[in-house]
């Protein structure tokens, strides 16, 4: 079946700028993750949905980052006002039903800010 | 959180077993074992569970001591395409809600 696909693959953008990242999650799965991976490092936990809802937001770095998932399904995380500092791939994840369950991984988008 | 521990890097030749060790030394009572690897420029995938119980399934196999303070990965008959990073995780859900907290892990290089 479909994994967990994300969209775009890759974005360019220049510092100051909006962009919003897309996570398709395995259909039927009610958990989705959002993590953030810098060059050389491990993935870094960002955000968990339980549905409709964020359970969890301890790790967005900063009221710049925002993640929405209205319908419990596909889920965007909008980065306002774009620094360099933001570059990175951000991997999306989602797991059947509860926080326990394996999580699959999406390929990821990488994002470059200019 | 509890932590893991791992090595920073190991070498093995194809076709022999692969056996990636992982301290946990602090691991809580409902606290499972989780391994993941990530190849290059691809996000990361499972491979193994576990609680307390030695586990298998298609990928490789699991190894928890008594004490759960350690564990080894286990890749039976290592190929080329197994070189990746190994990232061994502690998961309990309850407060920390499945959060996988990723370290440095260890990466893996198959030689020919």
């Known amino acids: 079946g479909a994994g967990v696909s994300q969209t775009p693959s890759n974005k360019v953008t220049e510092k100051g700028k909006y962009v919003e990242l897309r996570c398709d999650p395995i259909?039927?799965?009610?958990?989705l993750y959002w993590y953030r991976q810098s060059l050389g490092q491990g993935p870094e936990f960002l955000i968990y949905f339980q549905g409709t809802g964020a359970a969890d937001d301890s790790g967005l770095p900063n009221d710049r980052f925002f993640a929405v998932r209205p319908e419990g399904s596909v889920s965007t995380l909008k980065i306002q006002r774009t620094e360099r500092g933001d570059s990175a791939v951000y991997l999306c994840a989602s797991s059947p039903t509860r926080a326990t369950d394996t999580q699959y991984f999406g390929p990821g988008t990488r994002l470059t800010v200019l | 959180d509890a932590k893991t521990t791992q090595p920073t890097s190991m070498d093995c030749a194809e076709g022999r077993a692969a056996n990636l060790p992982c301290n946990h030394s602090?691991?809580?009572?409902?606290?499972?074992v989780y391994w993941y690897r990530q190849i290059h420029s691809q996000g990361p995938q499972y491979i193994i569970h576990g609680l307390k119980n030695n586990e298998t399934n298609e990928m490789a196999s699991l190894i928890i001591t008594e004490d759960r303070k350690s564990s080894t990965l286990i890749l039976p008959h290592a190929t080329l395409r197994d070189t990746a990073v190994y990232y061994c995780m502690l998961n309990a859900g309850g407060t920390s809600y499945g959060k996988l907290t990723f370290g440095q892990g260890t990466i893996l290089t198959v030689h020919p």
């Open positions: 602090t691991i809580s009572g409902n606290e499972y």
């Open positions: 259909s039927g799965h009610t958990a």
